[in-house]
Nanobody, 115 residues
Framework: QVQLVESGGGLVQAGGSLRLSCTRSESIFVINVMGWYRQAPGKQRELVADMTSGGIRNYADSVKGRFTISRDNAKNTVYLEMTSLKPEDTAVYYC?????????WGQGTQVTVSS
């Protein structure tokens, strides 16, 4: 069973930055995707950004130009660098990984942006 452990959430003022990290418990030697989703209170979970093992990145329009996703495949880790944070970025951020055996989720980390 693949496990994902997130870290890096917290409270930050608007305009500030945070870096999220997510480490997968095992290496996956096939094409896979790692990414970040978020869920704000009363809203559906939405994609923030993801990245394939081959390096293709995908971003939600709302974070383009502010967030950067990166991976260290040797460390089974995906990062989300968040800058110019806005109060509307407040949510629980979930790490996700997908490959042919299925989709796996982390437990989530809270990001709160104060105005």
């Amino acid at each position: 069973q693949v496990q994902l452990v997130e870290s890096g959430g917290g409270l930050v003022q608007a305009g500030g930055s945070l870096r999220l990290s997510c480490t997968r418990s095992e290496s996956i030697f096939v094409i896979n995707v790692m990414g970040w989703y978020r869920q704000a209170p009363g809203k559906q979970r939405e994609l923030v950004a993801d990245m394939t093992s081959g390096g293709i990145r995908n971003y939600a329009d709302s974070v383009k130009g502010r967030f950067t996703i990166s991976r260290d495949n040797a460390k089974n880790t995906v990062y989300l660098e968040m800058t110019s944070l806005k109060p509307e970025d407040t949510a629980v951020y979930y790490c996700q990984t997908t490959y042919y055996r299925g989709t796996y989720w982390g437990q989530g980390t809270q990001v709160t942006v104060s105005s």
